[in-house]
């Protein structure tokens, strides 16, 4: 689209005194003091194109957009544009070239057939959300003699060696490790699995190939481990407690029930989404468009 604007002349005087004396403001004249430079020195010294490309870096944005929205244009990319006249005590005319969002056409779209899937919640769906809720909650209970199980919370003493030397980052005291956790050393928790209060384990890892520091990547590092301390996980039982604990309902029923709906309702919307997808991707087979060079190299960039 080619859109020839014509922007009034009293704005452009406007817009040519404002540059003059923006200009006096930046340029050093020499025998002048900024913001003083009379207009005739100005163009002397810089040019009456300097001052009148100026004053355009103001008409031309403002004139353009009016012109799009006037005109009901959706550019896609910025416009190329052709100053035609510029000067004083005259109408600014400049034409602006731009590419514009395409024409689509649309084939037939009513009747489309597409499938709608039935959907429904199982027992075991609603048992897993409540086994989350279970995890989510779950409290850490301190033992004496019970071994650490995967989840479980340790606190532990460890000095790391590698090649019999320590290295940076090596020791520790009262470091908190839950086991299976990837942590610092990946590996490290996994191999603490087992241990009890008090207990001291060897464990060896081959610390991994990204490893954070550089120089220690891809080496074995042995590890000495004092338990200090063995938190278990503990899971609230299932029951009505369980609910008023974490929810606003009073029975394990409601919870239940309540997930049911929700579940529910979040595969109607899923179902709902694909049906609508089916119908565009349908729609779209069909559509007769000419995208714009400039809309398909502007969407490979992106």
């Known amino acids: 689209v080619c859109l020839e604007v014509e922007v009034g002349r009293d704005k452009v005087n406007a817009a040519i005194n404002g540059a003059v004396r923006s200009l006096s403001q930046r340029v050093r004249v020499p025998g002048f003091r900024r913001g003083r430079v009379p207009r005739n020195i100005l163009e002397m010294t810089l040019g009456k194109e300097v001052i009148l490309d100026e004053a355009l870096e103001v008409l031309v944005p403002e004139a353009y957009s009016q012109a799009l929205v006037e005109q009901g244009v ?7 544009v ?12 400049f034409k602006a070239t731009v590419e514009v969002k395409p024409e689509v056409t649309l084939a037939e779209y009513k009747g489309l057939t597409v499938n709608k899937e039935k959907v429904s919640v199982t027992p075991e769906e609603v048992e897993t959300v409540l086994q989350d809720l279970r995890e989510r909650h779950a409290t850490l209970v301190a033992t004496e003699d019970e071994p650490a199980a995967a989840g479980d919370l340790i606190m532990v003493d460890f000095t790391g060696t590698i090649g019999g030397q320590e290295f940076e980052g090596s020791k520790a005291e009262n470091m908190p490790m839950v086991i299976g956790a990837p942590g610092y050393y990946p590996g490290l928790s996994q191999g603490l699995e087992g241990i009890k209060k008090g207990e001291t384990k060897e464990v060896k890892i081959t610390l991994p190939a990204e490893f954070r520091v550089t120089e220690l990547a891809g080496k074995e590092a042995v590890f000495n481990v004092v ?5 278990k996980k503990h899971l609230a039982d299932l029951d009505d407690e369980f609910a008023k604990d974490v929810s606003e309902f009073g029975t394990l029923e409601e919870l239940k029930a309540n997930i049911e709906n929700r579940l529910l309702e979040a595969k109607k919307q899923q179902a709902q989404a694909k049906m609508e997808e089916q119908v565009l991707s349908r729609v779209v087979e069909k559509v007769e468009v000419e995208i714009p060079e400039g809309m398909v190299k502007r969407r490979a960039h992106t």
């Open 82 to 93: 052709e100053v035609v006249k510029i000067e004083e005590d005259a109408p600014l005319v």
């Open 74 to 80: 959706e550019p896609i990319d910025k416009p190329q």
């Open 227 to 231: 338990a200090k301390d063995v938190h």
